[in-house]
């Protein structure tokens, strides 16, 4: 069942910004889910025109194949897609100027210092992001929160971090 290029196109364009959004849900930055998208949606084409797929459910399809991809990246690289601080830290010097490590140090301080002053909720949410790839559900359940709060709980966080940090997004 191989679909022409219009075909492809159209479903791009009616479920790609579902496949996004799932990958937003899991903490991915925007710049990112939009590249996961793009190579899921790669793949799923490629294996179309291979002759592998019998059939095509979308948006599931896709979701799917991003969120491997999403797992991969993660394995792979030994750490979150998101975090970017920590990066930027570690860089060698030669990669780096010391005023870019001085920053990076102090953002990682104000990041820091912002965690300790959150409840004690909020501190098991971002503990829970942090150090599990699993989805919201299964985070939420170990928690102890329902599925909403601990969204919402992860979403209040994220705002306070950003504040810390300055961040006008």
Not at 51 to 77: C, H, K, N, S, Y
Not at 85 to 103: C, G, K, T
Not at 157 to 166: C, I, M, Q
Request: charged share 30%.
């Amino acid at each position: 069942m191989t679909a022409s290029v219009d075909h492809w196109k159209h479903r791009i364009a009616e479920h790609d910004h579902v496949v996004v959004l799932a990958l937003l849900s899991k903490g991915v930055r925007l710049f990112d889910a939009r590249d996961l998208s793009q190579e899921a949606w790669t793949r799923l084409i490629e294996a179309d025109r291979a002759g592998r797929l019998d059939r095509i459910e979308l948006p599931g399809l896709v979701i799917r194949q991003a969120m491997f991809l999403l797992a991969e990246r993660r394995r792979v690289g030994g750490r979150r897609v998101e975090v970017d601080v920590e990066e930027a830290v570690s860089l060698p010097a030669a990669e780096a100027s010391q005023a870019d490590i001085v920053e990076a140090r102090q953002q990682l301080g104000l990041v820091s210092a912002s965690l300790a002053k959150l409840p004690v909720r909020g501190q098991q949410v971002m503990s829970s992001m942090l150090d599990s790839s699993d989805g919201h559900a299964e985070q939420a359940a170990r928690v102890g929160l329902s599925v909403q709060r601990f969204r919402q709980a992860l979403c209040e966080v994220r705002a306070k971090l950003r504040a810390a940090l300055g961040d006008e997004r």
